[in-house]
């Protein structure tokens, strides 16, 4: 099993900053595939970042040029990077992972951007 601890989520204005940190219970390299989805009230899971197994990244075109996925190793850590938030950006993030085709996923953080 993995286990997923999520935090950095919050309240912020628009054009503002937040970095969501994502600690895993295993190192990075015994997971396929990692990253972040979002999800609001009625809404599908909408997949936001991802470290792919072949190590690139993918990011959703609503926040190109403005997230970025990285990574700590030593830290078993994903973090996202969240700038020029708009207010379509609120929703409760998700860290997952996949290890052995089984998703694992973390509690969820919430992310609210208003003025």
């Known amino acids: 099993q993995v286990q997923l601890v999520e935090s950095g989520g919050g309240l912020v204005q628009p054009g503002e900053s937040l970095r969501l940190s994502c600690a895993a219970s295993?190192?990075?390299?015994?997971?396929?595939?990692m990253g972040w989805y979002r999800q609001t009230p009625g809404k599908a899971r909408e997949l936001v970042a991802v470290f792919t197994s072949v190590g690139s990244t993918n990011l959703a075109d609503s926040v190109k040029g403005r997230f970025t996925i990285s990574r700590d190793n030593a830290k078993n850590t994903v973090y996202l990077q969240m700038n020029s938030l708009k207010p379509e950006d609120t929703a409760v993030y998700y860290c997952y992972a996949n290890r052995l085709s089984v998703i694992y996923w973390g509690q969820g953080t919430q992310v609210t951007v208003s003025s």
């Open positions: 295993m190192p990075l390299f015994r997971v396929t595939d």
